[in-house]
């Protein structure tokens, strides 16, 4: 289940130009927002030769949906997330040749993104304030609790809830919770966008679980309270 979107945005591929020694992609994407829609468009150059845009074509367009939600949820911004998802796009395809085949393309693709928040006015600011950790890559078990951020989850008259505890996560923990429990990667996928071990993966996963479960926790006494 997808959230921090109004809705899923639809990219269609108009026009595709390809010469001896550039391709051009023109693409049109659909945001709607209850009754208000919006057409956004964008075009993507990259100076290598066919086949090469074809068969990047293939790969990427079925990730859009998956990575513009990414995007929105680190960046908490529409339009944020928009820029940065076709400026991924832009370096994915500049950068075609660099990725090699049978390797993991969605972690390659969700890397790009991510670096490119990081190096963001709104990722930079995210950075500065994320807590040092001497012991990352110990695993951290949390208390057992009946009522889990998963079980919230379940419960749509508290969604609401989770969207805003998980916002209020550190990067470094929304993130890897993201990939995880909403992108269902394997811990080698996440591994692999983060360019860190499986360990620390599996540790920022238990200490940013256990950081929910403490905020869900909070909210939900101070609604029963109000």
């Given at each position: ?67 513009y ?12 997330a ?35 928040f ?45 969207q ?8 470094h ?20 966008t ?33």
């Amino acid at each position: 289940m997808r959230q921090g979107v109004e809705c899923s945005p639809r990219i269609t591929v108009r026009r595709r130009v390809y010469s001896k020694n550039h391709a051009k992609i023109l693409c049109e994407i659909l945001f709607c927002g209850g009754n208000k829609s919006e057409l956004g468009r964008f075009t993507l150059v990259s100076v290598a030769p066919p086949p090469q845009p074809a068969k990047f074509e293939e790969l990427a367009m079925p990730l859009f949906e998956q990575l513009y939600n990414f995007a929105h949820w680190l960046s908490k911004n529409r339009e944020e997330a928009e820029d940065l998802v076709q400026e991924t796009y832009a370096k994915a395809l500049r950068g075609f040749s660099s990725y090699q085949p049978g390797t993991n393309f969605r972690a390659w693709m969700y890397r790009i993104l991510r670096n490119t928040f990081l190096t963001s006015r709104t990722g930079l600011k995210a950075t500065t304030t994320v807590p040092l950790e001497n012991d990352e890559d110990s695993p951290v078990v949390a208390p057992a609790d009946p009522q889990t951020p998963e079980s919230i989850l379940l419960d749509r008259s508290n969604q609401q809830l989770l969207q805003d505890a998980l916002e209020e996560l550190p990067l470094h923990y929304r993130e890897v919770l993201l990939l995880c429990e909403v992108e269902e990667m394997s811990y080698q996928e996440i591994a692999d966008t983060l360019g860190v071990p499986t360990g620390t993966v599996m540790s920022r996963l238990s200490r940013a679980r256990g950081t929910l479960r403490g905020l869900v926790r909070s909210k939900l006494q101070g609604a029963q309270k109000d």
